[in-house]
């Protein structure tokens, strides 16, 4: 790990949060010492409380009605994971406590205190700013375009890495494309026994798909007037040998 760029503009903390639980699909709650999963059974209001559809007969549905005042205390942890199969796949994690209140044949979940883990480290998340941050407005599709960068253009993926520097690159095995925000494009690059993560920043945030694609002829662009690392040079050659 540690691979950097001089400039890597990213997320703040409340927003990775939000675009985590947006593209989440399944969350794990810990309530009345139980723990039980969830699938599709999630949804985040705009203000970041969390709204959970489970069984009325469900032990969690009983204990939130059962409780005083009707507001059991409560965890849930959502888990980021890259949509490319790659080594150390979770790329975050985000953990929500706070009360669960019935709400409509639904409970619905207050958060006291938002934590968010990155493999940078573990931070506290403001509440305020938790509450009034959007998701990143290409968490819903950030799957999806991945795995089609991925599978469909590995000759873009391989131009890339003509933007990272010779140094991230010494005894890499494999690179493929990690995560896409609005501010960039993360490369993971894998070696025999570790791995590092690059970050290639766009010149500009892209707010929608067809922004991204503008920025990503951009880099590919930049890349095409880049030298082909040394690295990449010898394992090509190495391979056809």
Do not use: K, N
């Amino acid at each position: 790990m540690g691979d950097m760029q001089d400039w890597t503009a990213a997320p703040g903390a409340a927003e990775r949060a939000r675009s985590v639980l947006a593209a989440a699909w399944s969350c794990a709650v810990t309530a009345d010492g139980v723990r039980e999963e969830y699938v599709g059974a999630h949804t985040v209001t705009g203000d970041g409380e969390v709204r959970l559809s489970v069984p009325d007969h469900s032990t969690l549905f009983t204990a939130a009605v059962r409780a005083p005042r009707q507001e059991p205390s409560a965890v849930l942890e959502f888990a980021d994971v890259a949509p490319v199969p790659v080594r150390g796949r979770i790329r975050a994690r985000v953990w929500i406590a706070g009360w669960f209140a019935p709400s409509g044949g639904t409970l619905l979940l207050r958060p006291t205190r938002v934590v968010l883990r990155q493999p940078s480290g573990a931070v506290v998340v403001d509440l305020a700013e938790f509450a009034a941050a959007l998701p990143d407005p290409l968490a819903g599709a950030e799957s999806q375009l991945l795995t089609h960068l991925a599978a469909a253009h590995p000759d873009a993926v391989e131009r890339l890495t003509r933007l990272v520097r010779p140094e991230s690159l010494h005894a890499a095995t494999r690179v493929v494309p990690l995560a896409v925000d609005r501010h960039g494009l993360t490369l993971r690059i894998e070696r025999g026994r570790a791995h590092g993560d690059v970050r290639l920043p766009f010149h500009a945030p892209a707010d929608d798909v067809g922004q991204l694609t503008e920025r990503m002829h951009v880099l590919l662009a930049q890349a095409g007037a880049a030298a082909c690392p040394r690295a990449l040079q010898r394992q090509r050659a190495d391979g056809d040998g």
